[in-house]
């Protein structure tokens, strides 16, 4: 049997007096009586109807299986992270894989990501990927919530094909707009010209664009727009006109 100097008992005794203090202190005093939530460092109102929490509670003493199952789904790539601030604050923290495109909030400024069930992530300023396009135009972002415009799953998913099919082509798409409901519009880096597509052939329209442009000697200095929405035609506007 391996004998413990007392120097050592005593020590040991002491961690776990205060480890059973610290339990202590928190079991039984307000000290970790939750009062605020944070979800990716932003207080979130109604938070305990929300996120199936109890007011006036312990840390301890919270439904963490039910907020998980609440917050996550089975098609989702995300994971939580849950961690308490002194005094009164659950901080919750949802980290997602590289989403599908940017997503640019008109009112906040702010930049999020959106993945490819066009549910809106968190993203890290130092984690954006700006080989991925950038989504404007879009109203009514809601974070961890779904995209009510019913155009998005529709040019996700014609985007994903063109990424896997001509990469450098996709790379250049710095831009797709959703602010006008009879079009969308695409803004390639590099050049001067728009490129106006249709919601539900936008990977027909997009590889018409590059026939077009690649098979007639233009001056696209002098354009300003190209329409694709037309199956049998191609329509063009110069600058000025």
């Known amino acids: 049997m391996i004998q413990l100097s007392k120097r050592t008992r005593l020590s040991v005794y002491a961690i776990v007096f205060s480890m059973m203090l610290a339990v202590a202190v928190i ?36 439904p963490y299986d039910e907020l998980t199952e609440k917050m996550l789904r089975p098609d989702s790539a995300l994971k939580i992270e ?20 940017l997503l640019l909030d008109k009112k906040s400024g702010r930049i999020f990501g959106l993945d490819k069930n066009c549910r809106v992530v968190p993203l890290a300023e130092t984690a954006v990927d700006w080989e991925r396009p950038l989504f404007t135009g879009i109203d009514k972002i809601k974070l961890y919530e779904v995209c009510s415009d019913s155009r998005l799953r529709r040019v996700l998913k014609a ?33 001067d010209h728009k490129v106006w597509v249709s919601a539900d052939r936008l990977l027909g329209d997009l590889n018409r664009y590059l026939e077009f442009i690649e098979g007639f000697e233009l001056d696209l200095k002098n354009i300003r727009l190209i329409d694709m929405r037309l199956e049998q035609m191609i329509v063009t506007r110069e600058k000025g006109a």
Not at 36 to 56: I, Y
Not at 160 to 183: A, H, P, S, W
């Open 159 to 191: 985007l994903e094909t063109l990424r896997e099919e001509n990469i450098n082509f996709y790379r250049l798409i710095e831009q797709v707009d959703f602010g006008k409901d009879n079009r969308i519009e695409i803004i390639i880096s590099g050049l």
């Open 82 to 101: 849950i961690s308490f601030s002194w005094p009164h604050t659950l901080k919750l923290e949802l980290n997602s894989i590289t989403p599908c495109c």
């Open 27 to 62: 079991s039984f005093t307000d000290v970790s009586t939750i009062e605020a939530v944070s979800l990716s460092g932003t207080l979130v109102n109604d938070w305990a109807e929300k996120f199936n929490l109890k007011k006036n509670s312990s840390v301890l003493d919270q």
